[in-house]
């Protein structure tokens, strides 16, 4: 349980009802990789990769272990249906998943199972979450919650003295716009209104944010596309990026 004297953060203040409510109705095909959520498969390898490395360095896990989480609470939040929830509990970790849509939670509930995964998965924001996880990750959710400082004040809140919490999010710059919107929710597979730009943080901002809840950043890493490779990580920022962050 959280101490006392912990800072509170009232109840579902970051959970804003339409964003939930939007992909909330994406819930039926959240697995099907060719569907509405194509975009997060195709982002799954580099994130889950870079997961690796961060908690291989910080934990000083050997690369080599199949389960570096061993006896580890994770909390994923804004976890859709459990894309990433998911691999996380193969790495061994003791996975609580929160998210704004009962419709997500249902679905990410039944594909756990049809996996034979034992994932607590909640309805409800970062508010939902109870006692301290190791790691805490809230990968392109930031910009979708209705109040951006109460959001990081709970993942701060959430994360252990030694823990280590991941973000992923959109840049908010024009090249951002144009693949995002313009061609993702325009021309691509990305549902329309998904996003709005303006909600997009740079990585200033966002470390920013991080800063005045308690944390250090330990490593910013951009995510962009390659019509070759697909997404992958790399030191350019411009559309998208993952920022690892710790308790000072």
């Known amino acids: 349980m959280a101490h006392a004297s912990e800072p509170k953060v009232a109840a579902d203040?970051?959970?804003?009802p339409g964003e939930a409510a939007h992909f909330g109705a994406l819930a039926g095909d959240w697995w099907?990789?060719?569907?509405?959520?194509?975009?997060?498969?195709?982002?799954?390898?580099?994130?889950?990769?870079?997961?690796?490395?961060?908690i291989d360095q910080h934990f000083q896990a050997d690369e080599h272990d199949l389960r570096p989480l061993a006896g580890r609470r994770v909390a994923d939040v804004g976890c859709g249906a459990g894309l990433i929830a998911e691999p996380l509990a193969r790495l061994g970790a003791?996975?609580?998943g929160i998210d704004a849509a009962a419709e997500n939670i249902e679905a990410a509930r039944r594909h756990?199972?049809?996996?034979?995964?034992?994932?607590?998965?909640?309805?409800?924001?970062?508010?939902?979450?109870?006692?301290?996880?190791?790691?805490v990750t809230a990968l392109e959710v930031i910009e979708h919650v209705a109040n951006v400082s109460a959001f990081v004040a709970g993942l701060a809140t959430a994360l252990a003295e030694d823990g280590?919490?991941?973000?992923?999010?959109?840049?908010?710059?024009?090249?951002?716009?144009?693949?995002?919107?313009?061609?993702?929710?325009?021309?691509?597979?990305?549902?329309?209104?998904?996003h709005d730009?303006?909600?997009?943080?740079?990585?200033?901002?966002?470390?920013?944010?991080?800063?005045?809840?308690?944390?250090?950043?330990?490593?910013?890493?951009?995510?962009?596309?390659?019509?070759?490779?697909?997404?992958?990580?790399?030191?350019?920022?411009?559309?998208?990026y993952l920022m690892t962050a710790k308790r000072r």
Not at 123 to 131: A, M, Q, R, Y
């Open 13 to 16: 203040r970051t959970i804003d």
């Open 197 to 240: 730009w303006g909600k997009f943080l740079t990585p200033d901002e966002l470390g920013a944010r991080l800063r005045e809840a308690g944390l250090e950043i330990v490593d910013t890493t951009g995510l962009s596309w390659s019509p070759a490779r697909g997404f992958v990580l790399t030191e350019d920022l411009s559309l998208n």
């Open 164 to 194: 280590l919490l991941i973000l992923s999010t959109p840049n908010r710059t024009a090249w951002s716009r144009l693949v995002m919107i313009s061609i993702g929710e325009g021309i691509g597979r990305i549902p329309k209104g998904t």
């Open 112 to 135: 756990a199972a049809g996996q034979g995964l034992d994932i607590d998965y909640r309805v409800g924001g970062v508010e939902s979450l109870d006692g301290r996880y190791d790691l």
């Open 94 to 96: 003791v996975v609580t």
């Open 32 to 54: 099907d990789p060719n569907g509405s959520s194509a975009m997060l498969h195709k982002l799954g390898p580099p994130r889950l990769r870079y997961i690796r490395d961060r």
